[in-house]
């Protein structure tokens, strides 16, 4: 009897330690703090094209938010003297940017124009829901699907046609960024703006003058002829730089559409101050270059300081002077040589 009891006793212990490690999980754990959904009224979203960003949300409890995005199929230029067919959501690449709020009901509709070749759908990896509302949007040209999801969970997240073959339709320019602000907001800064990474696959090599058509062989192999910033080469570098002043705090919303290439995304001349890591709850200071990985993205702040023209580069230092990823910020106002001070010989 005492054999019994003494071989009882620890496992008794045990099976105690074990009870009360999940008892103090269960009390302890949670998803979160619960999201107000009680919505109070209806907005249309502002929808914007890359680099500008729509203004900072100024209401405080959940709206139904009517978005509506147009699937256009046109040619554009993705180089000086290169066009190229662009499939886009708003008839720009990337995609309309897209600002809602956590706990907001989003009521979405995609519209297929009349003159498109193909049919396509939205996946927005913002949606809880099968195929982030891929299946409840495909729509034939000419036709036009509405669905309505919940904004749970906060962060910026990329949207992409996932009609098959799905590498192609983004490939084409089929991507953009929703932007879900926690319920208690985001801080002011001075300036936002959005700039999404993407890789194109043309017949031509980088710069063949004319209409090039997709080449879905070098697709296959992830051999890119462009990567680019916003779709063009120079989309926003030269007169068409992002624009900011010193003292000034600047925001990056940065996606990469891919379908292939991961971006090693990096500003010559400056430090992040901070980086909501993935665009989700952890944050990261003082960064140099951050990973932002195809159908991911991220938030960058960072405050300028010195003037003068910055290099918005992928790192994989190649693609920015044979391929076409750079994008700039043209810095005005006075010298600041506490930080900076080129000394004449």
């Known amino acids: 009897m005492k054999k019994q009891l003494v071989h009882a006793i620890p496992i008794m212990a045990i099976l105690f330690a074990f009870s009360s490690c999940n008892q103090g999980k269960n009390e302890n754990s949670t998803d979160g703090p619960r999201i107000d959904t009680v919505v109070t009224g209806t907005v249309t979203a502002e ?51 897209i600002r809602v709020r956590e706990g907001d009901l989003v009521d979405f509709t995609l519209k297929n124009m009349p003159d ?39 962060g910026l997240f990329v949207y992409h046609c996932a009609t098959g073959p799905v590498g192609m339709h983004i490939a084409n320019g ?38 090039q058509e997709f080449d879905m062989e070098k697709a296959i192999k992830e051999e890119a002829d462009y990567v680019l910033f916003n779709g063009k080469v120079n989309a926003n570098a030269g007169p068409n730089a992002l624009k ?6 600047v925001r990056l919303f940065v996606g990469n559409g891919g379908p292939n290439l991961t971006s090693s995304f990096h500003v010559i001349g400056e430090i992040f101050d901070r980086v909501y890591v993935e665009s989700g709850s952890l944050m ?22 010195v003037p003068g023209t910055y290099h918005i580069v992928d ?19 006075p010298e600041n040589p506490n930080v900076f001070l080129k000394i004449k010989n």
């Not at 990261?284 to 300028?304: A, H, L, R």
């Open 315 to 333: 790192h994989a230092i190649f693609r920015t002077f044979h391929k076409g990823a750079l994008a700039q910020i043209k810095v005005e106002g």
């Open 47 to 97: 929808l914007t094209d890359p680099p500008m960003v729509p203004k900072q949300l100024e209401y405080t409890s959940p709206k139904k938010v009517m978005v509506e995005l147009e699937v256009i199929e046109k040619v554009m230029r993705i180089a000086d003297s290169t066009e190229y067919t662009f499939w886009t959501f708003g008839g720009k690449v990337p995609g309309k940017f």
């Open 244 to 249: 900011a002043k010193t003292g000034e705090k």
């Open 284 to 305: 990261n200071k003082n960064v140099q270059t951050t990973v932002v990985p195809p159908g991911g993205s991220s938030i960058v702040e960072m405050k300028m300081e």
């Open 174 to 211: 089929m991507y953009g960024l929703i932007l879900v602000e926690p319920q208690s907001g985001m801080s002011k800064v001075d300036k936002e703006y959005y700039l999404m990474q993407g890789d194109f696959y043309t017949k031509g090599k980088f710069g063949t003058p004319g209409l």
């Open 116 to 154: 498109s070749k193909l049919p396509h759908n939205i996946d927005l990896h913002a949606v809880t829901g099968p195929g982030g509302g891929a299946a409840a949007t495909m729509v034939a040209p000419g036709q036009s699907a509405r669905f309505q999801f919940r904004a749970l969970n906060p």
